[in-house]
């Protein structure tokens, strides 16, 4: 079975930064999609970014504002989101995905408007205030 583990949640004051780490156990991270949603109480889970480790392409839904940057690191197996300028707004349950093959359905890409993620990590917390 897959395994995803989330890290480096927290509360921050809003201007600040956070950086959210995720590692994969299972799985290689290099020839599969990867993402990170948020969710809020009372609204629908969004996603924020997501990423084509083997190819180093990068996804991000049309209303992001440049102040969240996902990558991977090979080495360790991991792909992080840089979180810069943060606001009070952004504070929401953030959570790791996977979803394998790039090129299912006729579609080849991992924007999870066109995708649907299979696997789910727990969560981690982030507040800004």
């Known amino acids: 079975h897959v395994q995803l583990v989330e890290s480096g949640g927290g509360s921050v004051e809003a201007g600040g930064s956070l950086r959210l780490s995720c590692s994969a156990s299972?799985?290689?991270?290099?020839?599969?999609?990867m993402a990170w949603f948020r969710q809020v109480p009372g609204k629908e889970r969004e996603w924020v970014a997501a990423i084509w480790p083997a190819g180093d392409r990068r996804y991000y839904p049309d209303s992001m504002t440049g102040r969240f940057t996902i990558s991977h690191d090979d080495a360790k197996n991991t792909v992080a989101l840089q979180m810069d300028n943060l606001e009070p707004e952004d504070t929401a349950i953030y959570s790791c995905?996977?979803?394998?093959?790039?090129?299912?359905?006729?579609?080849?890409?991992?924007?999870?408007?066109?995708?649907?993620?299979?696997?789910w990590g727990q969560g981690t917390q982030v507040t800004v205030s």
């Open positions: 299972g799985y290689t991270m290099r020839n599969y999609c």
């Open positions: 995905a996977l979803r394998r093959g790039y090129c299912t359905g006729g579609y080849c890409g991992c924007s999870p408007e066109r995708a649907d993620y299979e696997y």
